[in-house]
């Protein structure tokens, strides 16, 4: 692991011009509408970031390519991850994030990510040792926060991947499925109880689970009570993709609580990416819906349309996508190149940072875009399913372990920003 420098080592001049650029000493907090989030929100820089870090080392190796490129990541939000530590270290660094933020007077991005089971023991494997363990953490974050203003993704992949998905004997009671969706349901409870913030309870992305299946998970996790569900965190598909797929999943939950009275507590009626009713599924070209192919997504429009019609707009759940890494789209390996799975998720090459973060969207029901996963971080040492194989064969190299940063993949990001990366000056 790369030792970070101390700041105190860091050059008066560059520690102010990055201080500066990041974050604007006369920002004005943005007035508090309860847990909905302001448009004008603006969102909190981390000084001391992985890419002010790399700057730095970038000065000292006479690159200054890739300083200046490093510098311009460095002024723009990006989330902040908990995924471990006691109760009393959580509670204490939360504090400490939510007081930093507030004399900025911006607001902080906050991820939990400790669920036990994570990740199905893959690359991220992690998480609390028992539920009792995850919810005396959860409520020590919660404590942290306080009435501090505070935008919460909560537990990435947490309902898209439940225990039951993992394998066939993971879960073969159902008991460790409900203790996750217990633990869920805890968390929204225990942070909205805090005045000041937005809770997002994660749903994977617009190419896993059906628009139906994802919106009975967020209603038996209680989303409800949230904000909103966040989206494509931690991956790459389009922005308006996951625009697509999220204003669907708005809809079903509406349709299934609160629709037409034979609808509620039939999520499963609703159409998606994978298919609709109204397409005529015969066979020929273009007549069913392919979740690849967003030019047959008129098919699940047009259910949606003829069966839902139009909701109130304020009785409509809204929801966050992450564009840390989308600016390429999803990454499409050579037809052929891979016999297994060639995991597009994992260190994709040739990608590209997508939309700035915003809470300007201009897209209705999309509170705001970020950057939730840290750009320039591994998703883990990935070798796309060859047997045998250590190295990726995509970088032929070990990929650095799931969150180590990695300057090179960094660098490529930023090269690849769609649109072209500038400093964040506001």
């Avoid at 302001?38 to 890739?66: I, K, N």
């Avoid at 309870?201 to 919106?215: E, F, I, R, Y």
Wanted: one cysteine or more.
């Amino acid at each position: 692991m790369i030792p970070r420098i101390p700041r105190s080592l860091i050059p008066v001049g560059i520690a102010a011009l990055l201080a500066g650029l990041a974050v604007p000493a006369q920002a004005e907090a943005a007035e508090s509408t309860g847990h909905r989030l302001p448009a004008g929100t603006r969102f909190y820089v981390e000084p001391d970031s992985d890419a002010t870090q790399q700057v730095l080392r970038d000065l000292t190796d006479h690159d200054p390519a890739s300083a200046l490129a490093m510098a311009k990541l460095a002024t723009w939000p990006q989330a902040h991850w908990f995924s471990e530590g006691t109760p009393d270290q959580v509670e204490e660094q939360t504090r400490t994030l939510v007081r930093r933020a507030a004399r900025t007077g911006t607001v902080p991005v906050l991820v939990s990510y400790n669920i036990p089971g994570r990740d199905c023991s893959q690359y991220s494997s992690g998480g609390a040792q028992s539920d009792a363990a995850y919810q005396a953490w959860i409520a020590a974050l919660a404590r942290g926060v306080g009435r501090s203003k505070a935008v919460i993704i909560l537990e990435p992949d947490a309902l898209a991947n439940l225990p039951r998905d993992c394998s066939p004997t993971t879960d073969p009671t159902g008991a460790l499925t409900a203790g996750r969706i217990a633990d869920l349901r805890y968390a929204i409870d225990a942070l909205e109880k805090q005045p000041n913030t937005t809770v997002y309870l994660d749903a994977g992305n617009s190419h896993w689970q059906s628009v139906g299946a994802m919106t009975q998970r967020l209603i038996d996790a209680g989303a409800e009570r949230t904000q909103g569900f966040s989206l494509n965190v931690s991956n790459f598909f389009a922005t308006d993709l996951s625009d697509h797929y999220g204003t669907w999943v708005s809809n079903c939950l509406w349709y299934a609580t609160k629709g037409p009275e034979s609808a509620r507590g039939h999520a499963d009626r609703c159409a998606g990416q994978y298919y609709s009713p109204a397409a005529p599924n015969d066979g020929k070209p273009g007549n069913s819906v392919d979740a690849d192919d967003p030019a047959t997504w008129h098919w699940t429009d047009q259910w949606f349309q003829q069966t839902v019609g139009t909701p109130p707009a304020n009785e409509l759940t809204h929801f966050v996508v992450d564009t840390s890494r989308n600016g390429k789209g999803a990454w499409k390996p050579p037809a052929g190149k891979y016999t297994g799975d060639p995991q597009i998720w994992c260190n994709p090459p040739g990608r590209g940072i997508g939309d700035r973060p915003t809470a300007d969207t201009g897209t209705p029901l999309v509170d705001a875009y970020l950057w939730i996963k840290t750009v320039g971080q591994s998703d883990g040492q990935c070798n796309r399913s060859v047997p045998g194989a250590t190295a990726d064969p995509e970088y032929g190299t070990v990929d650095p372990p799931a969150g180590t940063w990695w300057p090179e993949q960094a660098r490529t990001l930023v090269g690849n920003a769609t649109p072209a990366l500038t400093f964040n000056w506001r």
